[in-house]
C-alpha cells in the first residue's frame, strides 16, 4: 500500500448490492462490508437489522485516486442507488439502509458536497436528496459470511433481483472505469 490510498465510506442500501459494484472498479483495492456511525459498541449484524442501533450497512472502499477518483467513486454511487428514499432502498427498509457518504477527510466532504449540489441542480430526481454526509464514525467490519457475499452467491434470489441489476447498471453506465 502506497500514501496514494483513501478511504471512503458509502451506504446504499443493502451493503450485498452496493459492495458488488465497488469490487468491479478501477482503482478499488478493497472493498468490506461494514456498518458505522451508530450509538452501540461491536455492532452485529442482528443488532442492525433491527434499525434501533443508529449503525448503517455500508462498504468501506480502499482506492487509489490516482486511477479513481472520489468523484467517480460518487457518480457510480449516485447511479446504482436511490439517494432520495430516506431509510430505504427498494423493499429494504430501515435506518440502516439509509444513504450516506462518510468521509475520512475533507477534500471527500468538499467533492461530496459539491456533486450532491449538482445533483440537486440538475432536476435529475423529482424529490430531494436525503443521502447524509458525515465523517466517518465508530466503523466495524460485518461478519465474515457477509463478505463478497454476491461473488460467493450469484444464484442466491436477493443477489439476482437486486444486486445484479445494480452491477449491469454499472457496466453499462460505467464502462471506462471496469477493472480489466
Known sequence: MTDTWQTLVLGGGCFWCTESVYVQVRGVRDVESGYCNGDLPHPNYEM???GASGYCEVVKLMYDP???STRELLEIFFVIHDPTTLNRQGHDSGTQYRSGIYFTNPEQEQIAREVMAELEASGIYS????????????YAPAEDYHQDFFARNPNQGYCMA?????VAKFRKTFARLQKD
Open 48 to 50: 442492525v437489522c433491527t
Open 66 to 68: 490516482a486511477q479513481v
Open 127 to 138: 424529490s430531494p436528496v436525503v443521502t447524509e454526509l458525515l465523517p466517518l464514525a465508530d
Open 162 to 166: 437486486v444486486a445484479a441489476p445494480k
